[in-house]
């Protein structure tokens, strides 16, 4: 396919002096004729019309304002900083409506932003903050520098063809050919690697070689740098590396690497929500300049798939699961999303259930794409977005692991379970954990990172030490931590070089769904695997979420299994002491963090912990021994600055163990009214979990509730085949099935 689009190039763009064969212009996000259709409807599609309208409030309000190009010195959330990121969202918008409403005082306002931009540019030294790896010259870092060109080469397509040859040439010379060298031939560490930020800088050198014709810019856009002189091994201040010996670098390195064939970004949904507008902005720009490229059609249409991938990586609420280095909260109501939205509708196929997520959005984009969508939903029709049980492989080729999310009902309950690549320098070590979502509600999180985006006054808006210390770690996550050291010893270079294996998906029955996965070299010489089951069963008011998680080893550990819960503590059923004085459970891998609120032992095979948040209830129900201890445990230790929230968790704790199972059922019942203070079903209908068989080859968990009625899962721990035939004895009853599983209520 590389070699296919290179010979593209050559017969399309570089055997020309100009890149678009009609050399019009606009050409990246707008074409003439879209212009065209979108002016002789002005008026008659009512969300375009009120987004145009809100937009040219905005607009206006910032050239009464009067143009502002300060000096830059501030890190992110400064004023600098937010000067310079509100100057190119505004500039763009306004080269739109330039376009839409032939008002040429918008023009003219880019005009002048750019000019003065071009005024600055010619002896403006480097940032003065040292943090970045790669210091940009408006803002801290190449990579903010690169945003503002992605967003400033729109607003220069936009009024091309207003400007004359020799302001263009002024522009070009002094600002635009300068800023494209800066971020790309001068800081190779920042743009020629496979990464969200290499994905902005070259996205923003080839849209602005697009619209200035300039084949070798866009070239060097879609390869990268050829010989950029760059070391093997070094590392950027996220704590990842910059680039690997024979690593390719380019933008169409960066939809090969990072994305999966059913569109996972191995970053995780947080960055590939920020990476999605250069990734789309640029293709559109292409698919416009240079059809020949086919290029969403690249990789199989891998552009397009991230779109839905990522949309099913969303909760109820429409936020995306924060895997990784994930902000909770972000989420397909972003900027970015709505670019996603309206070109994955314009350019693929015109799927009627992107319309209800735009409808959702409240917003079209001002372009092409956005006026297809809007016309679209005023014809009526729009169509439900459905997001069902899906499972998303991780790795350019699809054979790195995934990540699993499992869906009862209407999104009712949803399992979220990440058996993925380490996901880059955004990555954390946490192979086989999960996550548990009720209506769009964290009922068992994910931390998520360390970090107040763009809040100056935390760590100039960057990341914070803890996102090493504590969210990165193994322990911050609700999966197994053997002798208090993380995943491949929370080291990068070793993480890298492995993931976990799926074991099998099935979702085809709604009333139970698994997903199966397994664990060899996060501990040397330790197997894990992990099962997890949404299964729906009489008697029970919801479906319950069964957790079978196996450990075997060459020798003898401390399995730490935390379970992060989100709420009040109303009940459990054993005893335990709570320290007058708190104290860290530990030293160092995230364990330094963990204030240690309570201590105890289980008084039953069965240990039971009732909980209340938004006013549901939920209990978790733990196969445990005597020798078990059950820590309450309480994030915000050696945090003296309170980067960290403070959450909750209850960690089960087994010590010198080899080979082990832990077994659980999160059940979520009833809810209770502060109005009628009536509280409905608040207990557990569990009377009995129990592992009523384990070994190399089969797993048996029994569920028997308080009504007397049981059922039984059986696990098939080696074969995965569903043509494969089980024949197994378990408390005197045989059983038979084909596939890696069986249930049956009995």
């Known amino acids: 396919m590389r070699k296919l689009i290179a010979i593209s190039l050559i017969i399309v763009g570089l055997s020309v002096p100009t890149v678009s064969q009609s050399g019009e212009h606009p050409s990246l996000i707008m074409t003439k004729a879209g212009v065209e259709k979108i002016r002789a409807e002005l008026g008659n599609v009512p969300l375009f019309d009120a987004t145009l309208e809100n937009v040219k409030v905005e607009v206006d309000a910032e050239i009464e304002l009067g143009i502002d190009i300060p000096i830059p010195k501030d890190l992110s959330g400064g004023y600098t900083h937010e000067r310079h990121k509100r100057n190119f969202l505004i500039i763009q918008k306004a080269g739109v409506l330039f376009q839409i409403l032939e008002d040429e005082k918008y023009a003219v306002y880019v005009r002048d932003m750019l000019f003065q931009y071009e005024a600055m540019y010619k002896d403006l030294p480097v940032h003065p903050q040292e943090r970045s790896y790669a210091r940009g010259k408006l803002f801290w870092q190449c990579l903010n520098d690169s945003n503002w060109l992605v967003y400033v080469s729109q607003a220069y397509d ?9 302001e263009r040439e002024q522009l070009e010379e002094n600002l635009f050919r ?15 690697r496979v990464h969200n930020h290499s994905t902005w800088g070259n996205a923003a050198v080839g849209m602005i070689g697009l619209v200035m014709g300039d084949d070798e810019l866009i070239q060097r856009a879609l390869y990268g740098i050829e010989d950029d002189g760059l070391l093997s091994g070094l590392k950027d201040n996220d704590g990842g590396f910059i680039k690997q010996a024979g690593q390719k670098a380019g933008f169409l390195a960066n939809l090969d690497e990072p994305f999966s064939p059913d569109g996972y970004y191995t970053e995780g949904p947080y960055y590939q929500r920020y990476a999605m507008y250069p990734f789309l902005v640029f293709a559109q720009g292409l698919h416009n300049v240079k059809p020949d490229l086919n290029i969403f059609e690249y990789k199989d249409g891998v552009l397009l798939n991230a779109v839905s991938a990522l949309l099913n990586l969303s909760d109820a609420d429409g936020e995306f699961f924060p895997l990784n280095d994930g902000q909770k909260g972000m989420s397909y109501y972003a900027r970015e999303l709505v670019t996603a939205v309206n070109v994955a509708y314009h350019i693929g196929g015109q799927d009627p259930q992107l319309l209800s997520i735009a409808e959702k959005q409240g917003q079209v984009l001002l372009d092409d794409s956005g006026f297809s969508i809007a016309s679209a939903i005023r014809d009526g029709e729009a169509r439900p977005f459905v997001k069902t049980s899906i499972n998303l492989s991780d790795g350019a080729d699809g054979t790195q692991g995934g990540v699993a999310v499992l869906r009862h009902g209407d999104e009712n309950l949803t399992l979220v379970f990440k058996y993925a690549a380490q996901g880059l320098s955004h990555g954390h070590y946490d192979k086989l954990s999960f996550s548990l979502h009720e209506k769009g509600e964290e009922v068992l999180q994910d931390y998520g990172l360390s970090r107040f985006v763009n809040i100056e006054q935390k760590g100039g808006g960057n990341y914070l030490t803890e996102n090493t210390t504590w969210a990165k770690q193994t322990i ?28 099998f998906f099935d979702a085809s029955d709604a009333d139970i769904q698994v997903v199966s996965a397994t664990e060899t070299n996060a501990y040397p010489g330790t197997n894990m695997q992990r099962t997890m089951a949404l299964i729906k069963i009489e008697g029970f008011e919801k479906p319950l979420l069964l957790d ?61 912990f009732l909980w209340m948040d938004n006013r549901k209830f939920y209990t978790l129900t733990s196969v445990t021994s005597d020798s078990d201890e ?43 009214s502060p109005v009628s203070e009536f509280a409905v079903n608040s207990n557990s209908n569990i009377a009995l979990l129990k592992v009523a068989y384990d070994d190399d080859n089969y797993t048996a968990v029994s569920i ?43």
Do not use: C
């Open 158 to 166: 936009l009024v091309y063809e207003w400007l004359s040859e020799g």
């Open 178 to 192: 300068p800023f494209a060298d800066y971020i790309s031939i001068e800081n190779p560490q920042f743009y020629n």
């Open 476 to 503: 911050a996550h609700n999966t197994v931590t053997q002798n208090e050291t993380s995943h491949f010893e929370g080291k990068y270079e070793v993480g890298s070089r492995h993931h976990s294996e799926l074991h």
């Open 548 to 608: 079978i998680f196996r450990l075997s080893s060459n020798k003898k550990n401390q399995y730490d299994l935390p379970f992060y819960f989100m709420g009040q503590v109303l009940k459990v059923n054993f005893e335990y002491d709570a320290p007058v004085t708190l104290s860290a459970l530990g030293e160092k891998n995230g364990y330094q963090h963990l204030y240690l609120e309570g201590a105890g032992e289980p008084s039953s095979s069965n240990s039971k």
């Open 630 to 672: 059950l820590l309450f445990t309480r994030i915000g230790a050696n945090d003296p600055e309170f980067n960290l929230r403070r959450d909750a968790a209850l960690m089960i704790r087994r010590k010198d163990a080899k080979d082990t199972v832990f077994a659980s059922v999160v059940e979520a019942h009833g809810s209770y």
């Open 704 to 746: 028997e509730d308080l009504q007397g009625r049981q059922s039984m899962f059986i696990l098939s721990n080696k074969s995965a085949s569903s043509s494969k035939e089980h024949r197994l004895e378990v408390n005197g009853s045989a059983y038979q099935w084909n596939g890696p599983y069986y249930y049956i209520e009995q």
